[in-house]
């Protein structure tokens, strides 16, 4: 089933990504027939009202749900693999909070709302995250254990968001503009800031792949790697630059979306086995279809009204926490 699975596999992921994308743009406040997206798409008319909309608004909006949902989810399992965690993700570990306080302050404090800056903040946020919260971690009796990371991500992200409220009450005109984005979204985002980005996706995602074989060996456990040749050491600085590079690009265009890099590998790992060489494209595929979906529902639950993305992957992804919780530790 797993080998039928991988030859039909990436048909079945692209043609739910391209189904899912025409659907994304179509859906919200006003509904728009495929065709005219098709149309808008392919032959675009700027007199045409719903063409523009779907060009300036809704087209931006559905590749920014695509390449945050395909990043986060790449990163979890990268994640998860190396550390052998079930419970690894980049919103566990701390690393979404320390990009989100990064960029906070940054942008309150020194005013550094360029563009092409915000990646750069959100990166050093996010390793900083990460070795709070490894370091707390390894200090406990027992070492850093799955448990004990997790006690420690949420400690350290419920101080981290202590430190963004307050900062948001000391001036909140200057910080207005980031309190729907530090609740995840996708809407309203600049297409600068994606650009910007674009390049530590796309950069992200090759690294990914490229070590996928060498996380797949050390997946098995740290002799069976070395056995293999794999030097584990360099292998992890790799992948921790990969994981905070997609984490800080992932927060500067949609601000922190948890549980993404949770679920997705889990529901993976279920359809491709244990291989990282099919896990890490399938996350992404898979991931980008996940985040379509969750953002079609953002507007229309409650219709006209809109529910923030990052609400609706914390309502679907913190029950699945939980079941990982009871089965897994």
Not at 65 to 73: E, F, K, N, R
Not at 103 to 131: H, K, N, Q, R, S
Not at 250 to 257: E, K
């Amino acid at each position: 089933m797993t080998l039928r699975l991988t030859m039909l596999g990436p048909i079945m992921v692209i043609g739910s990504i391209l189904v899912l994308f025409l659907w994304h743009i179509a859906v919200g406040a006003k509904s728009i027939p495929i065709l005219t997206v098709a149309e808008s798409l392919w032959h675009f008319d700027r007199t045409e009202f719903d063409h523009v909309v779907i060009r300036n608004l809704r087209l931006p909006r559905a590749i920014f749900a695509v390449t945050v949902g395909a990043s986060l989810a790449v990163a979890g399992s990268l994640m998860q693999g190396v550390t052998r965690n079930p419970l690894a993700e980049p919103g566990l570990l701390g690393l979404l909070a320390g990009a989100s306080f990064a960029v906070v302050a940054a942008v309150g404090f020194f005013g550094l709302a360029t563009p092409g800056w915000i990646p750069v903040v959100a990166a050093a946020g996010a390793l900083g995250g990460a070795v709070l919260v490894w370091t707390i971690a390894a200090r406990v009796p027992g070492g850093a254990t799955p448990l004990s990371l997790i006690l420690s991500g949420a400690a350290v992200t419920a101080f981290l968001g202590a430190l963004i409220t307050l900062m948001q009450l000391m001036d909140e005109q200057t910080f207005e503009s980031l309190r729907v984005w530090l609740t995840g979204t996708l809407a309203g985002r600049r297409m600068e800031v994606f650009v910007w980005c674009l390049p530590w996706f796309i950069g992200g995602l090759i690294i990914a792949i490229a070590v996928a074989r060498q996380v797949t060996a050390l997946a098995m456990g740290e002799e069976t790697a070395i056995g293999l040749g794999v030097d584990i050491a360099r292998l992890k600085i790799i992948v921790l630059i990969c994981v905070v590079v997609l984490t800080a690009a992932s927060v500067a265009v949609a601000g922190p979306l948890g549980f993404v890099g949770l679920v997705i590998p889990h529901v993976v790992r279920l359809l491709v086995g244990s291989d990282y060489r099919l896990i890490v494209p399938y996350s992404a595929g898979i991931g980008a279809a996940y985040l379509l979906v969750v953002d079609i529902a953002a507007r229309l639950v409650l219709a006209p009204a809109e529910i923030s993305t990052g609400i609706v992957t914390a309502l679907l992804g913190a029950p699945f926490f939980v079941w990982l919780v009871r089965t897994r530790l």
